[in-house]
């Protein structure tokens, strides 16, 4: 069976920048990897090319069977990215953030309660806008955003990034959870002793290629392609 994400000699130029210079990475559904690498490296740019946010300039890659030099519009239904900003109104409360961005995306707007509180965001938090909720509090909006949307492809940019240790317990939970059902899950960190764990593929950049990429530590229901 073909791999749910194909990258070859993958390609991407921002300004006159090759950001991505050449990548080279095979990935399965219900499979979790972990990127690493030094600011520069072409991590988060991995995620957005994963994305369908920026264009590949050569080379090919695809998911799900999608084209991302011609399908990238497509493919963002199947995508969920949760970056550093959590890209919500400020003065609108969780509930009506996620209720406004599922209804934009053509999803079941109902999904949005039980998201919330799935990740604690629930009660007082609930009704408290965006604005003034702490950098971990609309971290857990983000993840719960990813929940009620249900992407096949996650994509986490420094997941752990203002989490508290419940909130890190429970977004490896929810990693799991996503890769059990089918998911692919690929998380950018800095912080390699948490987002190790719960990844089955250690990828490693430098200079904008993959230098290395390894088995981890979780061991996922079916084998893993390997670049």
Known sequence: MAPAIHLRSAVVVVGRF????????DLDEGSVSAVLGANGAG??????????????EGGQATILGHDLGTERQALRHHVGLLGHDAGMYEELFPKENLVFALRAARLDPTRAEPALERVGIQGRLARTPMGQ?????????GLALLLARRPQVWLLDEP??????????????????AAVGGAIVVATSHEPNLVLPMADR???MAGGVVIDNQPGLRKPPGASHVA
């Open 18 to 25: 090759p950001v991505l210079a050449g990548v080279d990475l």
């Open 202 to 204: 250690v990828i490693t």
């Open 133 to 141: 909720l702490s950098a971990g509090q609309q971290r857990r909006v």
């Open 160 to 177: 752990h990034a203002a989490l508290d240790s419940e909130a890190r317990t429970l977004l490896g939970e929810l990693v799991e959870e």
């Open 43 to 56: 991590k988060t740019s991995l995620l957005r090319l994963l994305a369908g946010l920026v264009p590949v």
